[in-house]
């Protein structure tokens, strides 16, 4: 996701070979070192790498869909924050107040697999709107296609590239 976006806005790569091999080394080393060791070093390892690209990634996304003028995408951009901020609230709620909950109703809520939840369906939501961006810039230059956004059944959103009729 932080690659689309850093390289969602010009049809040319802007930072050529540089941006994916340095993912991919990030990717490579965090793996290892969450990999090869045990207890607090693993756990800060991963949530600091992964805090810290998710974070960055959604400031990035949060700047551009405060720049877009499609009505549908800048929908999707509010549907992908209001669900990673329903997700996040499960997720503090369930760190907060997991034993308080499970004292006050027979059955326990879930709110952690609500977060993975929630906040898949927030990541899927703003990919599609970034996509939708992406594919704009790529039919910019053409008159018989143009960029969409289509629902599946009611509430899948796609974004597709489609010949003008």
Known sequence: MLFCILENDTRLPKYGKKLPLALSVHAIV???LVSLTDGDLQFYTFQVSFGSL???TLFLTALSASREHDQ???QLYIKGFMAYIIALAC???DIQFCETLRKMIPMNPQLHAWWHVLVSCGLYTLTVAGQHARQRVLVAEEKDHEATIEVLCHFIPVAKI???Q
């Open 30 to 32: 965090v793996t290892a």
């Open 54 to 56: 998710e974070l960055g």
């Open 72 to 74: 549908r995408a800048r």
């Open 91 to 93: 997720w503090m709620s």
């Open 162 to 164: 489609k010949e003008r």
